[in-house]
């Protein structure tokens, strides 16, 4: 079964210091990999996906993510992190087991940044 | 476009009352989901359609009914409201010449309570 494992609830880091979330992942075959964000009282939003190519993605709101297939990772990083980056963050993966397009996240990582 | 939408945005039910949690869409997606947010479980698959007159269950189906006679709107019913059906209800959509990207857009959700 595709599954995605994010080892932090929650990541303090200061207003301009570089950013790291962490996200490791288990699937068959070639794997699909996603970050969403979740605002407070917000819905999920979509911040980038890994399918094929360049292991270093690039997205919304200057967020990148690296695909390490040797150490089955997907972190997501920011160079410089902003207060308003403050949220939760969920890693995902394609589930090729059923006839839809299903997800199967992780289950989450609080970003605190402090000023 | 209004993108996808929920209501209500927060409901309280007692133990065995139903209800009905809207969600509606105006981007003509053919694919619409419903996924239940618990903490540390992230988000879990309940009901999906792949179009109007289509559902199938996710992998937490039991308690709820969905139907889908129009390809805007995607309700959820609850039959009998339990305590463990407390949780943060979203709605999603995608479109179906998109489907291989599995970029979904996501409602600002439902938090429903139980008592």
């Known amino acids: 079964a595709q599954s995605v494992a994010q080892p932090e609830d929650q990541v303090n880091v200061a207003e301009g210091n570089p950013l790291t979330v962490k996200c490791t992942y288990s699937v068959s075959g070639n794997p699909y990999l996603f970050w969403y964000v979740q605002y407070p009282n917000r819905g999920l939003q979509f911040l980038l996906k890994?399918?094929?190519?360049?292991?270093l993605v690039k997205g919304s709101y200057g967020f990148e993510a690296e695909f390490n297939k040797s150490q089955t990772s997907f972190h997501l990083k920011k160079p410089s992190a902003l207060v308003s980056d403050s949220a939760l963050y969920f890693c995902?993966?394609?589930?090729?087991?059923?006839?839809?397009?299903?997800?199967?996240f992780g289950t989450g990582t609080r970003l605190l940044v402090s000023p | 476009n209004a993108g996808v939408t929920q209501t209500p945005k927060f409901q309280v039910l007692k133990t065995g009352q139903s209800m009905t949690l809207q969600c509606a869409q105006d981007?003509?997606?053919?694919?619409m989901s419903w996924y239940r947010q618990d903490p540390g479980m992230g988000l879990r698959l309940i009901h999906y359609s792949v179009g109007a007159g289509i559902t199938d269950q996710g992998e937490v189906p039991n308690g709820y009914n969905v139907s889908r006679s129009t390809t805007e709107d995607f309700p959820l019913r609850l039959l009998s409201a339990a305590p463990s059906q407390t949780s943060v209800y979203f709605c999603a959509s995608l479109t179906r010449d998109r489907a291989n990207s599995y970029e979904q857009y996501f409602g600002p959700g439902t938090r429903l309570t139980v008592t």
């Open positions: 890994y399918i094929t190519g360049d292991n």
């Open positions: 981007m003509n997606h053919e694919y």
């Open positions: 995902a993966v394609r589930d090729m087991n059923t006839g839809f397009q299903k997800l199967v």
